[in-house]
């Protein structure tokens, strides 16, 4: 805006060009002749042009007052906006930038005009940046990226890059908003150190209920083995007998021979299966046989539930598809049900010597399962006509530490554990029914063609 003095001398010098330009006219005879009447008519005229010009000179003038104050309000925005803003030129020189861009960088605003922005680019970003900008200079159009950069200090900080062109088809400049986003990449690696620690703990916690377990099952493992090893116990001396009578006939000894081989047989399959259930190992999802797993958990439970007066009883639909999932974590979830299970039936047959505990797994298949909308679904059920869990409490059977049983008989975090497997399998576990006719809990789980692989690589989902 210029000042009075500057405007002063513009109209000053204006007035003589008009008036010399006037005389030139008058001696060369270009003005018309006038008579008195067009003279005061002319002096009218030019009166009232003077008002209006007076008049348009003001709103000029109130006009530059407001875009001055205008401009000092957008000055203020750009120098204190909470981002760096920078114009930089299509070779990544600097041309103008704010104080907040001056501050992120460390350093005097006037000292950073002409310099390569890649100076404050960490050498790990260079590849980063380069590429950001050679594809906003030949796309023109917006581009974000986020850089690993150091102040001139040498003092390093993470920034977001949000890059635009400056204005289409007439300059080639580029512009750049900078945000520091170092605290908010703190804070995701400590939520990842924090997930690995958790992912730790629960993978320990699971290992835990396990041998738990294993412990709530070793008088009936050691029956199901001591079982077998009496019979080939029997067979062996009465072999041996009958080679030292020299009695034995040969169809006789293959008949025991064949019984040992049987039970030994069953034997490894029990002692195997302890070893795997056991073992402590990071999740292997592959295609699991929801069937064959519920086959190999009976293998370890039957016999004992049967020595109980816990009448089993299974319903599995042949030629069921399998699941992608972790054998060893859905055995673990099947166990824990039925033992659970045999807790329940086992508390009222000690009540109610006429009672008979039934134990009851089925297993179904549907391109929909009903209540959750997952597509492609096997549905395992596990039913028991023990007793029914109270309703005011469950909806607190799968939180963690949550027990029905007495002090030292349960850790409260079988059903936890087992919600977050089946959550980590992208499935449900819910209990259906539960009453006086007993409990009845169903596991959904999506066959294998379902991409699960991302829901195996995440931490199991325990807590909830």
Not at 74 to 97: M, R, V
């Amino acid at each position: 805006m210029k000042d009075s003095r500057t405007d002063d001398s513009y109209y000053s010098e204006l007035r003589n060009k008009a008036e010399i330009s006037l005389l030139k006219q008058s001696a060369a005879g270009l003005l018309p002749e006038m008579t008195m009447e067009k003279i005061a008519h002319l002096v009218h005229e030019l009166q009232v042009h003077q008002i209006e010009l007076e008049m348009q000179n003001e709103e000029i003038r109130n006009t530059q007052v407001e875009l001055e104050i205008s401009r000092k309000h957008y000055t203020g925005l750009y120098d204190f906006a909470p981002a760096g803003y920078f114009t930089i030129s299509n070779k990544g020189l600097i041309i103008q930038l704010n104080l907040a861009g001056a501050s992120l960088l460390g350093a005097e605003r006037q000292s950073l005009t002409g310099i390569p922005f890649s100076r404050f680019v960490f050498p790990d970003s260079q590849d980063i940046w380069y590429l950001h900008h050679l594809d906003i200079s030949e796309k023109r159009k917006h581009q974000t990226c986020e850089l690993k950069m150091r102040k001139k200090d040498g003092s390093v900080f993470y920034a977001r890059i949000v890059s635009a062109p400056e204005k289409e088809g007439i300059t080639e400049n580029i512009c750049l908003i900078v945000t520091d986003v170092t605290e908010e990449i703190k804070m995701e690696e400590e939520m990842h150190r924090t997930r690995e620690e958790m992912k730790n703990l629960q993978s320990q916690l699971a290992q835990t209920s396990k041998m738990a377990a294993l412990g709530e099952m070793a008088a009936g493992l050691a029956h199901e083995l001591n079982q077998p090893l009496t019979v080939i116990r029997v067979n062996t001396q009465m072999g041996l007998e009958s080679l030292r009578e020299n009695t034995a006939e040969r169809e006789e000894l293959i008949r025991m021979l064949e019984s040992g081989e049987k039970h030994s047989t069953r034997m490894m399959d029990i002692i195997e299966n302890m070893l795997a259930f056991s073992r402590q190992s990071p999740a292997d999802f592959q295609s699991a046989d929801i069937n064959r797993i519920i086959e190999k958990t009976f293998l370890m439970m039957g016999q004992q539930l049967q020595a109980g007066g816990i009448q089993l009883k299974q319903s599995l639909c042949p030629d069921i598809p399998p699941v992608f999932g972790d054998a060893v974590q859905l055995e673990q979830v099947l166990l824990n049900l039925i033992l659970n299970a045999r807790d329940a039936l086992q508390s009222r047959m000690n009540t109610d010597s006429l009672f008979k505990g039934l134990l009851e797994i089925g297993t179904g298949y549907g391109p929909v399962c009903r209540d959750t909308g997952i597509r492609d679904c096997i549905e395992v059920t596990v039913r028991d006509n023990g007793s029914g869990i109270p309703e005011e409490i469950r909806e607190k059977i799968f939180n963690p530490f949550f027990t029905t049983k007495a002090v030292g008989s349960g850790t409260g975090m079988g059903l936890s554990i087992a919600y977050g497997i089946i959550r980590n399998h992208g499935g449900n576990i819910e209990l259906s029914e539960s009453g006086p006719a007993g409990n009845l809990f169903t596991i959904r789980l999506p066959v294998k063609n379902r991409d699960l692989r991302k829901a195996a690589a995440d931490p199991p989902y325990f807590f909830h």
